[in-house]
Protein backbone atom coordinates (compact mmCIF):
# COMPACT_ATOMS: atom_id res chain seq x y z
CA UNK A 1 0.00 0.00 0.00
CA UNK A 2 1.09 3.58 -0.49
CA UNK A 3 -0.24 7.10 -0.79
CA UNK A 4 0.63 9.09 -4.03
CA UNK A 5 4.22 10.24 -4.47
CA UNK A 6 5.40 7.26 -2.75
CA UNK A 7 7.23 4.53 -4.54
CA UNK A 8 10.27 2.66 -4.92
CA UNK A 9 13.89 4.34 -6.09
CA UNK A 10 15.89 2.55 -8.99
CA UNK A 11 17.47 -0.39 -8.18
CA UNK A 12 18.16 -4.04 -9.32
CA UNK A 13 16.12 -6.92 -7.05
CA UNK A 14 18.89 -8.65 -4.81
CA UNK A 15 20.28 -12.09 -5.74
CA UNK A 16 19.34 -12.11 -9.09
CA UNK A 17 15.57 -12.85 -8.30
CA UNK A 18 12.96 -11.66 -10.59
CA UNK A 19 9.71 -10.26 -9.48
CA UNK A 20 6.10 -9.71 -10.15
CA UNK A 21 4.18 -7.43 -9.30
CA UNK A 22 0.09 -6.91 -9.60
CA UNK A 23 -2.07 -3.93 -8.85
CA UNK A 24 -5.52 -3.84 -7.10
CA UNK A 25 -6.11 -0.13 -7.09
CA UNK A 26 -4.09 3.08 -7.81
CA UNK A 27 -1.94 3.59 -11.11
CA UNK A 28 2.08 3.14 -11.01
CA UNK A 29 4.27 4.28 -13.23
CA UNK A 30 7.57 2.18 -14.02
CA UNK A 31 10.64 2.74 -15.66
CA UNK A 32 12.73 -0.20 -16.85
CA UNK A 33 16.63 -0.02 -17.57
CA UNK A 34 18.56 -3.45 -19.39
CA UNK A 35 20.79 -5.07 -16.76
CA UNK A 36 23.71 -3.35 -18.61
CA UNK A 37 23.22 0.04 -18.44
CA UNK A 38 25.54 1.80 -16.19
CA UNK A 39 24.69 2.47 -12.85
CA UNK A 40 26.51 6.20 -12.92
CA UNK A 41 23.96 6.67 -15.79
CA UNK A 42 20.85 5.87 -13.55
CA UNK A 43 21.73 7.67 -9.89
CA UNK A 44 21.82 10.50 -8.89
CA UNK A 45 24.56 13.09 -9.01
CA UNK A 46 26.51 14.26 -5.60
CA UNK A 47 24.24 17.81 -4.64
CA UNK A 48 20.86 16.34 -6.21
CA UNK A 49 17.90 15.27 -4.21
CA UNK A 50 19.61 16.44 -0.39
CA UNK A 51 18.39 13.76 2.12
CA UNK A 52 15.85 12.10 -0.85
CA UNK A 53 18.22 10.93 -2.69
CA UNK A 54 16.32 7.02 -2.33
CA UNK A 55 13.03 8.47 -3.24
CA UNK A 56 11.20 7.24 -6.42
CA UNK A 57 9.91 11.06 -6.73
CA UNK A 58 13.19 12.39 -6.47
CA UNK A 59 14.84 10.22 -9.39
CA UNK A 60 11.69 11.10 -11.59
CA UNK A 61 12.99 14.98 -10.81
CA UNK A 62 16.13 14.61 -11.89
CA UNK A 63 17.09 11.66 -13.51
CA UNK A 64 14.17 11.43 -15.56
CA UNK A 65 14.89 14.54 -17.86
CA UNK A 66 17.96 13.52 -18.32
CA UNK A 67 16.68 9.93 -19.97
CA UNK A 68 13.97 12.00 -21.89
CA UNK A 69 17.24 14.14 -23.81
CA UNK A 70 18.28 13.36 -27.25
CA UNK A 71 21.86 12.65 -25.68
CA UNK A 72 20.38 9.92 -23.29
CA UNK A 73 22.31 6.31 -25.31
CA UNK A 74 19.64 5.08 -27.37
CA UNK A 75 20.65 1.47 -26.28
CA UNK A 76 20.10 2.35 -22.76
CA UNK A 77 16.08 3.65 -23.40
CA UNK A 78 14.13 2.91 -20.72
CA UNK A 79 10.77 0.51 -20.70
CA UNK A 80 8.19 2.88 -19.77
CA UNK A 81 4.68 1.23 -18.02
CA UNK A 82 1.77 3.17 -16.49
CA UNK A 83 0.33 0.08 -14.49
CA UNK A 84 -3.50 0.08 -14.09
CA UNK A 85 -5.45 -1.80 -12.03
CA UNK A 86 -5.52 -5.63 -12.96
CA UNK A 87 -2.58 -5.40 -14.10
CA UNK A 88 0.98 -7.31 -13.39
CA UNK A 89 4.18 -6.17 -14.45
CA UNK A 90 6.93 -9.09 -14.46
CA UNK A 91 10.78 -7.37 -13.67
CA UNK A 92 13.32 -9.94 -15.04
CA UNK A 93 16.26 -10.50 -12.76
CA UNK A 94 19.20 -8.40 -12.78
CA UNK A 95 17.21 -4.75 -14.38
CA UNK A 96 16.97 -1.62 -12.82
CA UNK A 97 13.94 -0.12 -12.12
CA UNK A 98 12.08 2.44 -10.41
CA UNK A 99 8.26 2.87 -9.80
CA UNK A 100 6.22 5.82 -8.89
CA UNK A 101 2.62 5.49 -7.70
CA UNK A 102 0.44 7.99 -8.65
CA UNK A 103 -2.04 7.94 -6.84
CA UNK A 104 -3.47 5.89 -3.92
CA UNK A 105 -2.26 2.01 -4.07
CA UNK A 106 -2.98 -1.60 -3.64
CA UNK A 107 -0.71 -4.05 -5.17
CA UNK A 108 0.61 -7.50 -4.54
CA UNK A 109 4.51 -8.05 -5.29
CA UNK A 110 6.73 -11.01 -5.15
CA UNK A 111 10.54 -11.76 -5.70
CA UNK A 112 10.80 -15.26 -7.10
CA UNK A 113 13.55 -17.73 -8.14
CA UNK A 114 11.99 -20.61 -10.71
CA UNK A 115 14.34 -23.07 -12.05
CA UNK A 116 14.82 -20.84 -15.12
CA UNK A 117 16.61 -18.34 -13.26
CA UNK A 118 17.91 -20.44 -10.34
CA UNK A 119 21.65 -20.85 -11.64
CA UNK A 120 22.14 -17.16 -11.05
CA UNK A 121 20.11 -16.91 -8.16
CA UNK A 122 22.27 -19.95 -6.53
CA UNK A 123 25.73 -18.45 -7.68
CA UNK A 124 24.66 -15.14 -6.29
CA UNK A 125 23.29 -16.57 -2.89
CA UNK A 126 26.27 -19.15 -2.49
CA UNK A 127 28.82 -15.73 -3.13
CA UNK A 128 26.82 -13.09 -1.32
CA UNK A 129 24.88 -15.17 1.65
CA UNK A 130 26.62 -18.73 2.36
CA UNK A 131 25.02 -19.71 4.99
CA UNK A 132 21.55 -19.02 3.63
CA UNK A 133 22.98 -21.13 0.70
CA UNK A 134 23.42 -23.85 3.14
CA UNK A 135 20.02 -24.20 4.50
CA UNK A 136 18.38 -23.43 1.04
CA UNK A 137 20.98 -26.61 0.21
CA UNK A 138 19.43 -28.86 2.64
CA UNK A 139 16.20 -27.92 1.70
CA UNK A 140 16.68 -28.52 -1.82
CA UNK A 141 17.72 -32.63 -1.01
CA UNK A 142 14.39 -32.75 1.06
CA UNK A 143 11.95 -31.36 -1.36
CA UNK A 144 13.68 -30.64 -4.51
CA UNK A 145 16.47 -33.38 -5.17
CA UNK A 146 15.86 -32.95 -9.00
CA UNK A 147 17.53 -29.36 -8.34
CA UNK A 148 20.29 -30.20 -6.51
CA UNK A 149 22.34 -31.54 -9.88
CA UNK A 150 21.44 -27.89 -11.42
CA UNK A 151 23.00 -26.16 -7.93
CA UNK A 152 26.41 -28.74 -8.33
CA UNK A 153 26.70 -28.16 -11.61
CA UNK A 154 26.82 -24.38 -11.59
CA UNK A 155 30.52 -22.79 -12.16
CA UNK A 156 30.99 -20.72 -8.86
CA UNK A 157 34.45 -18.90 -10.48
CA UNK A 158 32.44 -18.00 -13.71
CA UNK A 159 31.01 -14.43 -13.20
CA UNK A 160 26.71 -14.58 -13.50
CA UNK A 161 27.32 -11.40 -16.31
CA UNK A 162 24.32 -10.01 -14.69
CA UNK A 163 24.54 -7.07 -12.76
CA UNK A 164 23.50 -6.35 -8.89
CA UNK A 165 23.19 -3.54 -7.17
CA UNK A 166 24.86 -4.04 -3.82
CA UNK A 167 24.08 -0.86 -2.47
CA UNK A 168 20.00 -1.23 -2.15
CA UNK A 169 17.96 -3.63 -0.64
CA UNK A 170 14.48 -2.71 -2.34
CA UNK A 171 12.63 -5.32 -4.08
CA UNK A 172 9.63 -4.21 -6.26
CA UNK A 173 7.38 -2.85 -3.79
CA UNK A 174 4.11 -0.85 -3.57
CA UNK A 175 5.09 1.99 -1.52
CA UNK A 176 7.79 3.62 -0.35
CA UNK A 177 7.49 1.86 3.04
CA UNK A 178 10.51 -0.73 1.74
CA UNK A 179 12.45 -3.61 4.17
CA UNK A 180 14.86 -2.51 6.58
CA UNK A 181 17.57 -4.93 6.42
CA UNK A 182 17.69 -7.19 3.19
CA UNK A 183 20.66 -8.60 1.11
CA UNK A 184 21.83 -8.09 -2.05
CA UNK A 185 25.25 -9.17 -3.99
CA UNK A 186 27.65 -9.03 -6.80
CA UNK A 187 29.64 -11.24 -8.65
CA UNK A 188 32.75 -10.68 -6.67
CA UNK A 189 32.09 -9.90 -2.83
CA UNK A 190 29.41 -9.29 -0.74
CA UNK A 191 28.65 -5.85 1.00
CA UNK A 192 29.49 -5.73 4.44
CA UNK A 193 26.39 -5.27 6.54
CA UNK A 194 25.49 -1.39 7.60
CA UNK A 195 26.66 -0.44 11.15
CA UNK A 196 24.02 0.31 13.82
CA UNK A 197 23.93 2.11 16.83
CA UNK A 198 22.80 -0.10 19.88
CA UNK A 199 20.51 1.27 22.59
CA UNK A 200 21.47 -0.16 26.08
CA UNK A 201 18.38 -1.81 27.26
CA UNK A 202 19.43 -3.42 30.72
CA UNK A 203 20.26 -1.97 33.85
CA UNK A 204 18.81 1.18 35.48
CA UNK A 205 16.78 2.92 32.68
CA UNK A 206 17.83 6.68 34.41
CA UNK A 207 21.18 5.44 34.06
CA UNK A 208 20.62 3.73 30.01
CA UNK A 209 18.56 7.06 29.46
CA UNK A 210 21.83 9.15 30.36
CA UNK A 211 24.16 6.95 28.14
CA UNK A 212 22.08 7.14 25.35
CA UNK A 213 21.51 11.20 25.34
CA UNK A 214 24.81 11.85 25.32
CA UNK A 215 26.39 9.91 22.62
CA UNK A 216 23.24 11.19 20.63
CA UNK A 217 24.54 14.69 21.55
CA UNK A 218 28.19 13.71 20.41
CA UNK A 219 26.66 13.42 17.04
CA UNK A 220 24.69 15.95 16.00
CA UNK A 221 25.95 19.30 15.17
CA UNK A 222 23.51 23.10 14.54
CA UNK A 223 24.68 26.38 14.01
CA UNK A 224 26.03 27.53 18.18
CA UNK A 225 28.33 26.14 20.62
CA UNK A 226 27.79 23.16 22.93
CA UNK A 227 25.59 23.67 25.55
CA UNK A 228 25.00 21.62 28.84
CA UNK A 229 21.97 20.69 31.02
CA UNK A 230 22.75 20.58 33.99
CA UNK A 231 19.70 18.75 35.43
CA UNK A 232 19.60 15.74 33.07
CA UNK A 233 23.45 16.02 33.17
CA UNK A 234 23.97 15.80 29.39
CA UNK A 235 25.76 17.99 26.59
CA UNK A 236 24.09 19.29 22.99
CA UNK A 237 26.31 20.16 20.68
CA UNK A 238 25.04 22.76 18.12
CA UNK A 239 28.49 24.25 16.64
CA UNK A 240 30.06 22.87 12.91
CA UNK A 241 33.53 22.60 14.30
CA UNK A 242 32.23 20.27 16.85
CA UNK A 243 30.47 17.98 14.76
CA UNK A 244 30.23 14.36 15.12
CA UNK A 245 32.52 12.56 17.66
CA UNK A 246 34.93 15.76 18.90
CA UNK A 247 32.15 17.38 20.88
CA UNK A 248 33.53 17.88 24.38
CA UNK A 249 32.14 20.58 26.72
CA UNK A 250 32.32 21.29 30.50
CA UNK A 251 28.94 20.35 32.44
CA UNK A 252 28.02 21.86 35.99
CA UNK A 253 25.81 19.13 37.76
CA UNK A 254 23.85 19.51 40.44
CA UNK A 255 24.80 17.10 43.36
CA UNK A 256 22.29 15.26 45.55
CA UNK A 257 21.65 18.47 48.20
CA UNK A 258 21.36 20.78 45.25
CA UNK A 259 24.54 22.18 45.99
CA UNK A 260 26.18 23.39 42.94
CA UNK A 261 29.46 21.11 41.94
CA UNK A 262 32.15 23.16 39.84
CA UNK A 263 33.70 19.57 38.31
CA UNK A 264 33.85 19.92 34.74
CA UNK A 265 32.53 16.49 33.48
CA UNK A 266 33.39 15.73 29.56
CA UNK A 267 30.44 14.80 27.28
CA UNK A 268 30.90 12.58 24.43
Given amino acids: ?4 RSGTGIHIDPLGTSAWNALVKGHKWWCLFPTSCPKHLLKLRPGEG ?15 PRVQDPSWPKEFKPIEILQRPGETVFVPGGWWHVVLNLDNTIAVTQN ?5 NFPVV ?7 RPKLSKLWYNRLK ?25 SSCSSS ?6 CSSCDSSSDSSASPPPKRIKREISGSPGRNEKKFSMKSAAR ?11 SSHSCHCNSPGHCRRSCSCSCSAQSRDNSASNTPKKCR
Fill in 50 to 64: WKNQDEAITWFSYVY
Fill in 142 to 166: MHKPEVVGIADSVDLKKPTMLTSDS
Fill in 112 to 116: FCSVT
Fill in 122 to 128: WHKTVRG
Fill in 220 to 230: SCSLSPCQCNA
Fill in 173 to 178: SSSDYS
Fill in 1 to 4: MGPA
